[in-house]
């Protein structure tokens, strides 16, 4: 069985900043692709940075130039460095992993529970 558990949301002002981090644990056997998507209230839920196996990352237009994805293999897990934090930031953000639990499994995507980013003053 796998678990992503993200920690690191919370309430803060315009300007300031959050680090999100997120610990894959159980059966893996590899893992791709990881990244941090979000969904405020109303609206889609949309991508808002990954990196891969190589470390290549992408960022949504929103947040470029404001947050940072990293992640340390060797623990399994993935951050997300928020600075300059809008209230339009305000959302629920989701861990995304993209990986394969056992050597002969095919790659499958898998969320962790979200955690809530609210930016108001």
């Known amino acids: 069985q796998v678990q992503l558990v993200e920690s690191g949301g919370g309430l803060v002002q315009p300007g300031e900043s959050l680090k999100l981090s997120c610990v894959v644990s159980g059966s893996i056997f590899n893992i791709y692709t990881m990244g941090w998507y979000r969904q405020a209230p109303g609206k889609q839920r949309e991508s808002v940075a990954s990196i891969t196996s190589g470390g290549s990352t992408n960022y949504a237009n929103s947040v470029k130039g404001r947050f940072t994805i990293s992640r340390d293999k060797d623990k399994n897990t993935v951050n997300l460095q928020m600075n300059s934090l809008l209230p339009e930031d305000t959302a629920v953000y989701y861990c995304?992993?993209?990986?394969?639990?056992?050597?002969?499994?095919?790659?499958?995507?898998?969320w962790g529970q979200g955690t809530q980013v609210t930016v108001s003053s």
């Open positions: 995304n992993a993209e990986l394969s639990a056992t050597m002969w499994a095919h790659p499958d995507n898998y």
